[in-house]
């Protein structure tokens, strides 16, 4: 077993992972405030690992979201509108002074290459030798992955591996796909601000057109972004992870109609919350 942390915009998950059974045995978990200080953010995590209660001189995988330098262990958070208070700390040694007991090492990868890893291993991509992952929450997380090898560069690999950097109509694509846009796209979150995806998919779900067209909007045009790439990668399957897999029975259909003959297995991600942690524990092994 390995200890892990997967840190997020609204928690903090510390868990005892094996790859090789894609099994969770253990897992403690916080609320976490992107938007907060750091030291509430660092304290919330370094808290979360302390109490995972993990053995002495450990290597941790801890799966975070980017911008990050993932080989330093140092945070750059910039203009993402999370973390941002996190900016040049070197989130390594923050866990490796302050998690008792202490480890050995903490090993950092990207949240989407860890979902990714975790899916090839044990979930939606396993047996496929090519494959593509996409998370889709805040923002549009990417994993391109040969035989559980996560690649940066190479034909049908965006820029850094990262499809957020590609643009559509001359926007960034976090522009057409992202929380804040299907919220723009739909009209705003409501007076209280209580209006999120969650419940504009249950409005689509019953049947009011409106929030139907943005759904399908929003995912025929990931769909057309994606299929060059996940053509000229060779990619077999595409697995969808992230909170708004929840919503994956009107993600799909749209998403299938922007991929049009892409010739890829279309699958929303098995593993749940355990993707990461197992991706995590699989990167450090």
Known sequence: ??????????????????????????????????????EHILGAVVRCAGDLEAAAGQVWGVAVPGPFDHDKGIARFEGVGKFEDLYGIDVRSVLLDGVWPRPAEAVFLNDAHAFLLGEWRAGAARGHHRCVGITLGTGVGSAFAVDGDVRRTGPGVPPRGRVDLLREGGRPLEDWVSRRAILARYGGDGPDGSLDVREIADRARAGERRARHVFDETFTTLGTVLAPYLRAFDATALVVGGAMAASWDLIRPALRAGLGDTPVTLRAGALGENAALIGAAAYVT
């Open 1 to 38: 077993m390995r200890p892990v942390l997967e840190i997020g915009g609204t928690h903090v998950t510390a868990a005892l992972a094996d790859p090789r059974t894609a099994t969770v045995a253990r897992s403690v978990r916080r609320p976490l405030d992107a938007r907060g200080t750091a």
